[in-house]
C-alpha cells in the first residue's frame, strides 16, 4: 500500500495454466519480496530479490519463478507445477535488506477453478 | 518449523478490555521484533517494533514486552476498540536477512 501495487486483485486459473501476478513499486526500495497467505499458517517466503537481475528462492520456491528486470518490478508467475496454488499472495518492499521496516501490498487473491 | 510460533489463533475482547498476544522465538540471532495489523481483504502493515536491548516499547495504546532469557515477545492492546478488529502478527528477523513471522492472531473486539 501506499507506493505497492498488486494486480489483479483477484484471480482466476484453471488447472494446468500458468499465471503472472504483478508488483509494481514507487517507493525506490531495492530488496523485494513474495509471500503467500494461507489461513493458520501466516506468511511464508516464495522469492525475495535485492537488485535487479538478481532473485533467491525462499522456503516455499517449487512451483514458483520471478524475475527482476527492472527495479521497479518483480513478478510472480505460478506454474502449473504448483499443486496448491489457491492462496493469498503479498508482495513486499524494504528499502534494502540493511533497513528494517517491510512494506506490504494489497495482495492478489489466486483461486484455482 | 515454524521459528516463531504465536498464540492465541483468536481473541474475543470486550471494549475497553486488554488485548494479549504472545510470541516464542528460538533463534537467538534475530534482533528486530515487529508486529504487524492485518485488515480482512489488505495487506499488513507495521503497528509496532521493537529491538532486543529495550525490554519494553510504548506507543499510544499499544505495547511490546520483551523477555530476552524467555526469548518471548507479546503485545499489549490497551483498552481495545471495535476498530481493533483484526489478524495481529508478530516476526522476527535477523537485520539484513527474511523475517519469519507467526501464524498469526484473528482479534475481535465487541462492542
Known amino acids: 500500500d501506499g507506493g505497492i501495487t498488486q494486480s489483479p486483485k483477484y484471480l482466476f486459473r484453471k488447472e494446468g495454466q500458468n499465471v503472472t501476478l504483478s508488483c509494481e513499486q514507487n517507493?525506490?526500495?531495492?530488496?523485494m519480496y513474495w509471500y503467500r497467505q494461507d489461513p493458520g499458517q501466516g506468511l511464508r517466503l516464495i522469492y525475495y530479490?535485492?537488485?535487479?537481475?538478481?532473485?533467491q528462492k525462499g522456503d516455499i520456491a517449487e512451483g514458483y519463478s520471478v524475475s527482476r528486470e527492472k527495479k521497479e518490478s518483480f513478478p510472480l508467475t505460478v506454474t502449473s507445477a504448483q499443486k496448491n496454488p489457491t492462496a493469498f499472495y503479498l508482495c513486499?518492499?524494504?528499502?534494502?535488506?540493511?533497513?528494517?521496516?517491510?512494506?506490504f501490498g494489497q495482495g492478489t487473491r489466486l483461486t484455482v477453478v | 518449523q515454524q521459528q516463531v510460533k504465536q498464540s492465541p489463533q483468536s481473541l474475543i475482547v470486550q471494549k475497553g478490555g486488554i488485548s494479549i498476544i504472545n510470541c516464542a522465538y528460538e533463534?537467538?540471532?534475530?534482533?528486530?521484533f515487529p508486529w504487524y495489523q492485518q485488515f480482512p481483504g489488505k495487506g499488513p502493515a507495521l503497528l509496532i517494533a521493537i529491538r532486543p536491548d529495550v525490554s519494553e516499547k510504548k506507543e499510544g495504546r499499544f505495547t511490546i514486552s520483551f523477555n530476552k532469557s524467555a526469548k518471548q515477545f507479546s503485545l499489549h492492546i490497551m483498552d481495545s476498540q471495535p476498530g481493533d478488529s483484526a489478524t495481529y502478527f508478530c516476526a522476527a528477523s535477523v537485520t539484513g536477512n527474511q523475517f519469519y513471522f507467526g501464524t498469526g492472531t484473528s482479534l475481535t473486539v465487541i462492542p
Open positions: 533463534n537467538t540471532a534475530f534482533d528486530y
Open positions: 530479490s535485492q537488485i535487479v537481475n538478481d532473485f
Open positions: 513486499a518492499t524494504q528499502l534494502d535488506r540493511g533497513n528494517t521496516e517491510a512494506f
Open positions: 517507493l525506490n526500495h531495492d530488496a
